[in-house]
């Protein structure tokens, strides 16, 4: 079935979903979901790597601050042609947007309907979300100059329990972020991750950067989504957004533990490595 449109256009109903669910294609639109992807996760890749930089400075008492994403693109803004950089953020993050919705509505990944996989789906539409707000802000920032705070986890939280049965939702996503992180680290710890890449593109140097990259990377970004699972099931439990915690929150809360400083160098390098698994993901990722 297609709309007639007035001018005699017509616009196949479905046509998006048939496009994104023909990945391994040639189409003008494969192309495009193709471009999307890697260019959201170069500008993750991005984000990650300042993150993971400012962290480590701090602990090696080099100067340095704790950051969450929005404190990455304030970074950005400040280099040359800052306000461009954010543009280009803004439409980059908007490509990873666009992706994880993909993955979370339509399974352009083809991935067998299971009760892992529809959490891991859930996942993806939460990151598409909390990524959306990023590239909005990417894009205010280019707009007016300077990049303002933006909402995050905690309004996200506020919103949830407000609606009916909001504190049980809260939690459910909780338990879908440790299931995440848990996926995640297991994949790292695996080296699963190699087998999306045209690992024939790589040299053995770059193979082995990659894979090292990933096993250390991907754990610790899921050992911080597992905090961050457990601020939203006591934000839950207390019906209190406050209760929420970001990325730069779980590691406030690291560097005030015993041993914090050494905990935090080593998820501090752990970003770095995930920044580097981004870009190795944005040049060798394997669609057919």
């Given at each position: 079935?297609?709309?007639?449109?007035?001018?005699?256009?017509?616009v196949?109903?479905?046509?998006?979903?048939?496009?994104?669910?023909?990945?391994?294609?040639s189409?003008?639109?494969?192309?495009?979901?193709?471009?999307?992807?890697r260019?959201?996760?170069?500008?993750?890749g991005?984000?990650?790597?300042?993150?993971?930089?400012?962290?480590?400075?701090?602990?090696?008492?080099?100067g340095?601050?704790?950051?969450?994403p929005?404190?990455?693109?304030?970074?950005?803004?400040?280099?040359?042609?800052?306000?461009?950089?954010?543009?280009?953020?803004g439409?980059?993050?908007?490509?990873?947007?666009?992706?994880?919705?993909?993955q979370?509505?339509?399974?352009?990944?083809?991935?067998?309907?299971?009760?892992?996989?529809?959490?891991?789906?859930?996942?993806?539409?939460?990151s598409?979300?909390?990524?959306?707000?990023?590239?909005?802000?990417?894009?205010?920032?280019?707009?007016?100059?300077?990049?303002?705070?933006?909402?995050?986890?905690?309004?996200?939280?506020?919103?949830?329990?407000?609606?009916?049965?909001?504190?049980?939702?809260?939690?459910?996503?909780?338990?879908?972020?440790i299931?995440?992180?848990?996926?995640?680290?297991?994949?790292?710890?695996s080296?699963?991750?190699?087998k999306?890449?045209?690992?024939?593109?790589?040299?053995?140097?770059?193979?082995?950067?990659?894979?090292?990259?990933g096993m250390?990377?991907?754990?610790?970004?899921?050992?911080?989504?597992?905090?961050?699972?457990?601020?939203?099931?006591?934000?839950?439990?207390?019906?209190?957004?406050?209760?929420?915690?970001?990325?730069?929150?779980?590691?406030?809360?690291?560097?005030?533990?015993?041993?914090?400083?050494?905990?935090?160098l080593?998820?501090?390098?752990?970003?770095?490595?995930?920044?580097?698994?981004?870009?190795?993901?944005?040049?060798?990722?394997?669609?057919?």
């Amino acid at each position: 079935m297609a709309m007639q449109h007035s001018h005699g256009f017509r616009v196949p109903v479905g046509g998006l979903r048939q496009s994104l669910n023909n990945i391994p294609g040639s189409t003008e639109v494969s192309r495009t979901v193709r471009i999307m992807y890697r260019l959201g996760y170069a500008a993750k890749g991005l984000v990650f790597l300042i993150i993971g930089v400012m962290a480590l400075m701090l602990t090696l008492g080099m100067g340095g601050q704790l950051s969450d994403p929005t404190d990455a693109l304030r970074v950005i803004n400040r280099q040359p042609f800052g306000q461009f950089l954010l543009l280009a953020m803004g439409v980059s993050l908007l490509g990873y947007v666009l992706w994880r919705f993909a993955q979370a509505v339509f399974n352009v990944e083809h991935k067998p309907h299971t009760a892992m996989n529809t959490a891991k789906r859930v996942g993806y539409a939460i990151s598409g979300l909390l990524y959306l707000s990023l590239s909005v802000l990417a894009f205010r920032g280019f707009a007016e100059g300077r990049v303002q705070d933006g909402s995050g986890s905690m309004a996200l939280t506020a919103k949830a329990l407000e609606m009916p049965a909001g504190p049980a939702l809260v939690m459910l996503a909780g338990a879908i972020i440790i299931g995440v992180g848990i996926a995640q680290a297991i994949e790292g710890f695996s080296k699963r991750f190699m087998k999306y890449y045209e690992t024939g593109r790589m040299t053995e140097k770059e193979r082995d950067i990659i894979e090292k990259s990933g096993m250390i990377g991907l754990p610790a970004r899921g050992f911080t989504f597992g905090i961050i699972g457990y601020f939203f099931i006591r934000a839950g439990m207390q019906a209190n957004a406050s209760a929420t915690k970001d990325t730069k929150g779980v590691m406030e809360h690291i560097l005030g533990l015993p041993m914090g400083e050494a905990i935090l160098l080593i998820i501090a390098a752990g970003f770095i490595c995930y920044a580097v698994y981004c870009f190795a993901a944005a040049r060798f990722r394997r669609f057919a």
